[in-house]
C-alpha cells in the first residue's frame, strides 16, 4: 500500500513537471558582434623554420580574428546570475548534448576551436591532429589543473568538474604561441561567435536574462551598442528580453578602442 502511494506521488509530480515544461514558452536568441572602427590585428606568430614546415607558417594569430566587414570572432557570452539567483531548467533539448563529448583538437599548430563551451561533467577529447607531439595544459581556478602529451594522431579524454567564473587558459608547453580558451558552465545557455560574427542560444526560457559577454582581447567587454542603446557594464552583462520565437538582437557594435 504504501509502496504504490510512493509510485502514485512520484508519477503526479513527475506530471506536474511535464505540464510546466510543456505550458513553458520558449525563445532562441541571434545576434551578431561587430567591431566599429579599424584594428589593428596582431602580427603572425614567429616559430623555427623546421616547425613553421610542418605547421604550413606563419600563422595568423587567433587572438584576435575580425572579418572584412568588422565581424568578431570568438566572443564569448554565458547566462549570468545575480547573487542568489537560480539558473532556469534548461530546454528538454540540452539534456542529451550535455552526454555528447566536446572536442579540442592541435591542428595546423593551432588550437582548434580557440574557444569551447564545456559542461561541467561534459567529457572533453584533446585530440592531437598534427605530424607532430602536442601538449595539452590547462589551468583553470575550480578545477585542478591538467598537463599532458598527447602523440601524434592519439586523444586524450578529460572531464571538468566544476563550473568555472572565467574561462580556463590552454596552451602547449612545447610550442608557445599555441593557446585557447576553454569555457565551462552549469548552465547550456552560452555561445561563442563564429566567423561571421554571429552566435544562436537556442531555447531560452520566455523573460528577461542576463548575459555576461567576454573577449580574450579585452576580457569582458564593458561596452556595447546595443539595439541602438549603448550599454556600459564593468562585468559585461547585458540584459536580453526573450520573447517567443526567434529574437535576432542584429548587430552588437564593439568600439576598436576596446579591442587594442
Not at 103 to 124: F, K, S, W
Not at 196 to 206: A, C, Q, S
Request: with cysteine; aromatic share 8%.
Amino acid at each position: 500500500m504504501r509502496r504504490s502511494i510512493a509510485v502514485i506521488l512520484t508519477l503526479t509530480v513527475l506530471g506536474i513537471f511535464a505540464q510546466d515544461l510543456f505550458a513553458q514558452q520558449w525563445g532562441t536568441v541571434t545576434g551578431r558582434f561587430v567591431v566599429k572602427g579599424a584594428v589593428a590585428l596582431p602580427a603572425p606568430f614567429a616559430m623555427p623554420p623546421a616547425v613553421a614546415v610542418v605547421c604550413a607558417g606563419p600563422l595568423a594569430n587567433p587572438q584576435l580574428r575580425v572579418g572584412p566587414k568588422g565581424e568578431l570572432q570568438d566572443v564569448a557570452l554565458w547566462l549570468y546570475l545575480d547573487r542568489g539567483q537560480q539558473a532556469p531548467v534548461p530546454h528538454p533539448m540540452y539534456a542529451p548534448l550535455r552526454k555528447l563529448p566536446v572536442q579540442v583538437a592541435n591542428r595546423g599548430c593551432l588550437y582548434e576551436p580557440h574557444v569551447a563551451m564545456v559542461q561541467p561533467g561534459q567529457t572533453v577529447q584533446f585530440v592531437n591532429a598534427d605530424p607532430i607531439p602536442h601538449n595539452f595544459k590547462v589551468e583553470g581556478f575550480a578545477n585542478p589543473g591538467i598537463n599532458f602529451l598527447v602523440p601524434i594522431n592519439g586523444m586524450q579524454p578529460h572531464v571538468f568538474q566544476a563550473e568555472e567564473r572565467y574561462p580556463m587558459n590552454a596552451s602547449c608547453a612545447i610550442h608557445p604561441w599555441m593557446a585557447a580558451k576553454i569555457v565551462i558552465r552549469e548552465s547550456p545557455y552560452m555561445a561563442v561567435s563564429g566567423d561571421d560574427g554571429k552566435f544562436t542560444i537556442e531555447n531560452l526560457p520566455v523573460g528577461t536574462h542576463k548575459f555576461q559577454v567576454w573577449h580574450e582581447k579585452p576580457g569582458n567587454i564593458k561596452e556595447m551598442n546595443l539595439g541602438g542603446k549603448v550599454v556600459k557594464d564593468r562585468k559585461g552583462v547585458i540584459e536580453i528580453e526573450v520573447k517567443p520565437g526567434q529574437n535576432d538582437l542584429g548587430d552588437i557594435m564593439i568600439d576598436a578602442n576596446l579591442l587594442k
